[in-house]
């Protein structure tokens, strides 16, 4: 146990400099989803699935390491962390029409919505809102063409929930916060 807090210790200084690095990180998975979808190969959804929950993963590390920084500073990349979310869904999104799983045109229609959305109100909770099947597309798609790893995908969930209960909770208080406002 002490050796665990002697070791988050050391690396609080950097948390700002890590969270930046799985942020950017996130950036090139979405690159080589965005490969996979340029390739359209349905064979290539397990690969997808697999990029798909390594970007979460940052996702979740880059928020504990940011808030592990007790200097208070911010960055560029931290506050554009929201677009490398984006482009992990946008990018498997893409794949998944590329490859035949869904059809373009309700999907491109859908996108053009949410782009409007964000447009109009420029407001993170309503484009994480609408964004939000987007989201739930690779699971989705994995239970129905690959099953295993539809199950992988759910107990990578159910294990991220169990680990970051709290922070989940007090992610969603926000959001409701900031729709209602």
């Given at each position: 146990m002490r050796g665990t807090l002697a070791f988050r210790e050391s690396i609080r200084p950097y948390g700002r400099v890590i969270a930046d690095a799985l942020t950017i990180t996130r950036f090139l998975i979405s690159f080589f989803i965005l490969i996979c979808a340029y390739l359209g190969n349905k064979d290539l959804l397990g690969l997808v699935i697999f990029l798909v929950l390594a970007g979460w993963t940052t996702d979740v590390m880059d928020g504990n390491f940011a808030r592990s920084d007790n200097t208070g500073k911010k960055s560029w990349i931290g506050d554009h962390e929201f677009f490398a979310d984006l482009g992990i869904m946008y990018a498997t999104l893409i794949y998944v029409i590329?490859?035949?799983?869904?059809?373009?045109?309700?999907?491109?229609?859908?996108?053009?919505?949410?782009?409007?959305?964000?447009?109009?109100?420029m407001n993170k909770a309503y484009v994480m809102a609408v964004s939000a099947p987007v989201s739930a597309t690779p699971i989705i798609v994995a239970f129905v063409h690959n099953p295993i790893w539809g199950w992988l995908f759910l107990a990578w969930i159910a294990v991220t929930l169990v680990v970051n209960w709290s922070r989940f909770m007090d992610l969603v208080s926000t959001f409701v916060r900031d729709v209602e406002g």
């Open positions: 590329s490859a035949g799983f869904l059809p373009s045109l309700p999907l491109f229609l859908y996108c053009l919505y949410v782009a409007m959305i964000a447009l109009v109100w």
